[in-house]
Structure formats: structure tokens, C-alpha cells
């Protein structure tokens, strides 16, 4: 299994770009509640994604001022990578086993939420996630789930497919060959 490390400069200045900052404590928790309200799904907690994000370095990411972006984004093990497709990854509150802290080697990302409250901020979210993935993360594989038909149309729009096995809902995209990496317009 192929393993990265992660620039971890480089993806915040990519993410900058989308106007997307690592959130503090308040600003998730915002962030979370937009997100549920949008899905209809029960998120993770602001204390989990803190907590996980201190252990990354690069999990909790928000946009807007007030908040009307959210992007939740977790650096798997490789043992992760294998928890997510067998099923017994817990997004909420990960095992430390599960988790690449920071600066040890990436094998995959799992995509705990990203979701925006308007047209701008989905926007937003949408380049941030097809560059981020392309720019930073397209050595190794990227999960997430397919929590609303809009979710799953946007993970199929940036190549994900449907997984069997793993997490329900389970969607991903294998490692990103030269010739399918897109580039930032084609993203838009």
C-alpha cells in the first residue's frame, strides 16, 4: 500500500484559497450543525473533530465568517484504510490506530463531512475538495459516505464510486492515475 506525507503547508495554502481556514472550537461546532441540518444526519462531535484535528493537524476546516462551510477530512493508517473498508472504522471517534497523525505516513483519507449552506459555499467546498484531492492526497485512496442523494451525485461528479463492505453508504476513489488527475479548472 502506497503512503504519502503530507505537505502540510501546501494543503493549507490550497485550502486558503477556497477560503477555507482550520476551525476553532466555536466555528466547528457551527460548522457541524450546518452540516446535520443540511444531511438530516447526526454528526460527530465538536469535541471529537478537535480532538482528531489536534492529533492531524489537518481535520477541521470551515469557511464563511459566520461559518457557511464545513470540511471534515481525516489522514488514515494504513490499518484506517483497511477499518474503513471492512467496516469497522468509527468515524466519530476513530482508534488512535486508525488515525496518521501528524507527521507520520498517509495511506488514505476519509471524508467525515463537507458541506456548504449556499450556492457560493458549496462552491467553495466543491473546488477545495476536487483540488485538495488531486493537489495533496492523489497518491492514496479517498473514502466518504453518501449521506444525501446530493452528496453522492457531488462524490460521483469528483470520480468517487459506490464501495460494498465497508462503512454503509461507503463511497471512494482509488489512487488517482497521472492521466485521470484533473486540474483546478476542470474541478469547477
Excluded at 464545513?70 to 488515525?99: C, K, M, N, Q, Y
Excluded at 497523525?101 to 495511506?107: I, K, M, P, Q
Excluded at 461528479?157 to 476513489?173: A, C, N, R, Y
Aim: net charge negative; glycine share 12%; with cysteine.
Amino acid at each position: 500500500m502506497a503512503t504519502i506525507e503530507i505537505d502540510y503547508a501546501r494543503l493549507a495554502r490550497r485550502a486558503e484559497e477556497f477560503g477555507f481556514r482550520r476551525g476553532e472550537f466555536v466555528e466547528l461546532k457551527a460548522g457541524l450543525l450546518l452540516a446535520a441540518e443540511l444531511t438530516g444526519q447526526t454528526m460527530a462531535t465538536p469535541e471529537s473533530i478537535t480532538w482528531i484535528d489536534s492529533l492531524t493537524g489537518i481535520t477541521g476546516w470551515v469557511t464563511g465568517s459566520p461559518v457557511d462551510g464545513i470540511f471534515i477530512s481525516v489522514p488514515l493508517t494504513e490499518a484506517g484504510v483497511g477499518a474503513v473498508r471492512d467496516g469497522s472504522f468509527v468515524p466519530g471517534w476513530p482508534s488512535l490506530a486508525h488515525v496518521c497523525c501528524e507527521g507520520e505516513a498517509c495511506a488514505g483519507v476519509y471524508i467525515g463531512v463537507y458541506a456548504g449552506a449556499n450556492k457560493d459555499a458549496r462552491r467553495r467546498v466543491m473546488m477545495a475538495a476536487g483540488v485538495i484531492r488531486v493537489d495533496c492526497f492523489a497518491a492514496v485512496p479517498c473514502f466518504a459516505r453518501g449521506a444525501t442523494e446530493d452528496g453522492k451525485r457531488s462524490m460521483a461528479s469528483l470520480g468517487f464510486q459506490p464501495i460494498e463492505g465497508g462503512l454503509s453508504d461507503l463511497w471512494g476513489q482509488e489512487p488517482l492515475a497521472a492521466g485521470q488527475i484533473v486540474t483546478k479548472e476542470d474541478a469547477a
